[in-house]
């Protein structure tokens, strides 16, 4: 079971850092952004958290699946019932 912890932490270490990552650009770009002339900043910085938000997201359920997936049963035969 820890090996199984330790494959967890890995493949959700992943998404959890593009979170973190575009969260802190996202804040520099508002904070850069205070100047009237470049409030495009602050839009674009929304836009970049969500969308990393939205990656991030879909790449866990991605690797929920991959991990919690049944592998151990077999598809059926071609014509059995």
């Not at 991030?56 to 598809?75: C, D, E, F, G, K």
């Amino acid at each position: 079971m820890l090996g199984k912890t330790r494959g967890m932490i890995r493949a959700y270490l992943g998404p959890v850092l593009w979170v973190v990552a575009a969260f802190v650009l996202a804040e520099l770009l508002r904070w850069l952004a205070v100047d009237p002339s470049r409030h495009w900043l602050a839009t674009l910085a929304t836009w970049l958290s969500l969308a990393v938000l939205v990656a991030a997201t879909v790449r866990a359920m991605w690797v929920t699946w991959r991990l919690w997936r049944n592998r151990s049963i077999p598809p059926p035969a071609d014509g059995a019932t």
